[in-house]
Nanobody, 124 residues
């Protein structure tokens, strides 16, 4: 299996930027597609972005398109989520998840391996 650790969260003002990292260890990271999800209090975990094993295919939730960018560096076993133009409604715990054969790439159930999450708070 693969172990995931998120970092890079914090407190930022509206309009600011953060870059989250998802560092992997364990099995060959390049065999795994990665998704970012987020969860705010009282709200179900929601899809943010997806990147395929090679990085050639990405997908974003509609509300993140144009503001967030997902990328990966397989040599460093790391996936990144660059978040720009942050809004207070982006406040949540952000999780990365990995799966070797993703079918439901927009659904948390499509991923077997999860990190512990990193808190992002956007102040108005």
């Amino acid at each position: 299996q693969v172990q995931l650790v998120e970092s890079g969260g914090g407190l930022v003002q509206a309009g600011g930027s953060l870059r989250l990292s998802c560092a992997a260890s364990g099995r060959t990271f390049s065999n795994y597609a990665v998704g970012w999800f987020r969860q705010a209090p009282g709200i179900e975990r929601e899809f943010v972005a997806y990147i395929s094993q090679t990085g050639r295919t990405t997908s974003y939730a509609d509300s993140m398109k144009g503001r967030f960018t997902i990328s990966r560096d397989n040599a460093k076993n790391t996936v990144y989520l660059q978040m720009n133009s942050l809004k207070p409604e982006d406040t949540a715990v952000y999780y990365c998840a990995a799966e070797s054969s993703v079918i439901l790439l927009h659904n948390p159930r499509g991923y077997d391996f999860w990190g512990q999450g990193t808190q992002v708070t956007v102040s108005s």
